[in-house]
T-cell receptor
Framework: KNQVEQSPQSLIILEGKNCTLQCNYTVSPFSNLRWYKQDTGRGPVSLTI?????NTKSNGRYTATLDADTKQSSLHITASQLSDSASYIC???????????FGKGTTLSVSS | IAGITQAPTSQILAAGRRMTLRCTQD?????MYWYRQDLGLGLRLIHY???????GKGEVPDGYSVSRANTDDFPLTLASAVPSQTSVYFC?????????????FGPGTRLTVL
C-alpha cells in the first residue's frame, strides 16, 4: 500500500534554531514529492516540489532533500522564525496527474 | 485577485440537513479536488474532476456528491449530513497541462454536524 510517513509528529524549537523534518514513503512508481506548509486555519501552501532526478531544492530558509533510492525526504528550516510555526505536510505523487498521497504532517512550534 | 475561494468559511449544521460547500477558482485550472482534513488523519481525497463535465471518486466519497458544470466551479454536496462529516473541507485546483501538477488550496470550510 502506498504510504507517506512523517516524523516527528510534533516539534518545539526556539526562535533562531534550525530543525529538520523527515518524510519516508513507499509510493511506487514515484513521480514527485512536495512539501506544503499549512498555517493554522488556512489551506496548505506549496514550499518545494522535487522530481525523481532532483536531490535538493531550496526556497529561502527552507531546503528539501530527496533520496529516491531509500525513499526518504527531509525539510530543513534554517534560522527559524515565529512565523514558521505551522504544520508541514509531505505529499507524494505516484505518477503525473494522479491523486496525491498525503502524510499526516509535522506540527512545528517556534517559541521566543 | 487570482486564486481559489470557498464558502462558507464555517457552518454548523443539524444532522439530516442538506448542505452545499462552494468552491470557485479563477486560474482556469482544468482539475479540481475536494479533501477533508481530520485531526490525526491528514488530508483525504473525497472527489475530483479532471475537466469540466467529468468527476471521479476519491478515497472517502460516501455521503458526498459533486458536479462540474463549468471550469471555475466545483460544489460539494452533503445530501443528508451526519456527525462523522464534521471536518475541515479544502478545495484545490491544478493545471494538469503543467509539468508539476501543483495543487493550489482554498482557505477551507469548517463544518460541524450536530
Amino acid at each position: 500500500k502506498n504510504q507517506v510517513e512523517q516524523s516527528p509528529q510534533s516539534l518545539i524549537i526556539l526562535e533562531g534554531k534550525n530543525c529538520t523534518l523527515q518524510c519516508n514513503y513507499t509510493v511506487s512508481p514515484f513521480s514527485n514529492l512536495r512539501w506544503y506548509k499549512q498555517d493554522t486555519g488556512r489551506g496548505p501552501v506549496s514550499l518545494t516540489i522535487m522530481t525523481f532526478s532532483e536531490n535538493t531544492k531550496s526556497n529561502g530558509r527552507y531546503t528539501a532533500t530527496l533520496d529516491a533510492d531509500t525513499k526518504q525526504s527531509s525539510l530543513h528550516i534554517t534560522a527559524s522564525q515565529l512565523s514558521d510555526s505551522a504544520s508541514y505536510i509531505c505529499v507524494v505523487s505516484e505518477k503525473a496527474g494522479t491523486a496525491l498521497i498525503f502524510g499526516k504532517g509535522t506540527t512545528l512550534s517556534v517559541s521566543s | 485577485i487570482a486564486g481559489i475561494t470557498q464558502a462558507p468559511t464555517s457552518q454548523i449544521l443539524a444532522a439530516g440537513r442538506r448542505m452545499t460547500l462552494r468552491c470557485t477558482q479563477d486560474m482556469r485550472h482544468n482539475a479540481m479536488y475536494w479533501y477533508r482534513q481530520d485531526l490525526g488523519l491528514g488530508l483525504r481525497l473525497i472527489h475530483y474532476s479532471n475537466t469540466a463535465g467529468t468527476t471521479g471518486k476519491g478515497e472517502v466519497p460516501d455521503g458526498y456528491s459533486v458536479s462540474r458544470a463549468n471550469t471555475d466551479d466545483f460544489p460539494l454536496t452533503l445530501a443528508s449530513a451526519v456527525p462523522s462529516q464534521t471536518s475541515v473541507y479544502f478545495c484545490a485546483s491544478s493545471d494538469s497541462t503543467s509539468g508539476s501538477h501543483e495543487q493550489f488550496f482554498g482557505p477551507g470550510t469548517r463544518l460541524t454536524v450536530l
